[in-house]
C-alpha cells in the first residue's frame, strides 16, 4: 500500500515536497517511482530511484524534482522546485514497474 501526501495549491515558481509511505512489501530491495496524472490523460513516470539510488527523471522535470527514498522509514519523497502551472496532477507513489494496487495520490495545484 502507499500514502501520498504533502500536496497543496502553490504559485508558479514555488516548491513542494511529496512523501509516500509504503507498507506491506520489503520496501528496501524495490524500486520506487512517482507518477502523475490529470484528468482524461495516462498516468505517466516523474521519477524513478532504484535500490540503489540510481534515479531517473522525466525530460519535463529534469532540474527541477529530486526523487529519495528513506529505507528506514519505508518512505519515498518528491522535491518539486520551480513549479510550473503544467505540473498540475495528481501525484502517486508505487513500484517502478508499478504494482496493481494504487494509493489515493496527493494532489498537486501550480496557479497564480
Known amino acids: 500500500q502507499f500514502a501520498e501526501t504533502g500536496g497543496g495549491l502553490v504559485q508558479p515558481g514555488g516548491s513542494l515536497r511529496l512523501s509516500c509511505v509504503a507498507s506491506g512489501f520489503d520496501f528496501n530491495i524495490y524500486s520506487m517511482a512517482w507518477y502523475r496524472q490529470t484528468a482524461g490523460t495516462e498516468r505517466e513516470l516523474v521519477a524513478g530511484i532504484t535500490s540503489r539510488d540510481e534515479t531517473k527523471y522525466a525530460d519535463s522535470v529534469k532540474g527541477r524534482f529530486t526523487i529519495s527514498r528513506d529505507n528506514g522509514r519505508n518512505t519515498a519523497y518528491l522535491q518539486m522546485n520551480s513549479l510550473k502551472p503544467e505540473d498540475t496532477a495528481v501525484y502517486y507513489c508505487?513500484?517502478?514497474?508499478?504494482?496493481?494496487?494504487w494509493g489515493q495520490g496527493t494532489r498537486v495545484s501550480v496557479s497564480a
Open positions: 508505487n513500484m517502478r514497474p508499478p504494482s496493481a494496487t
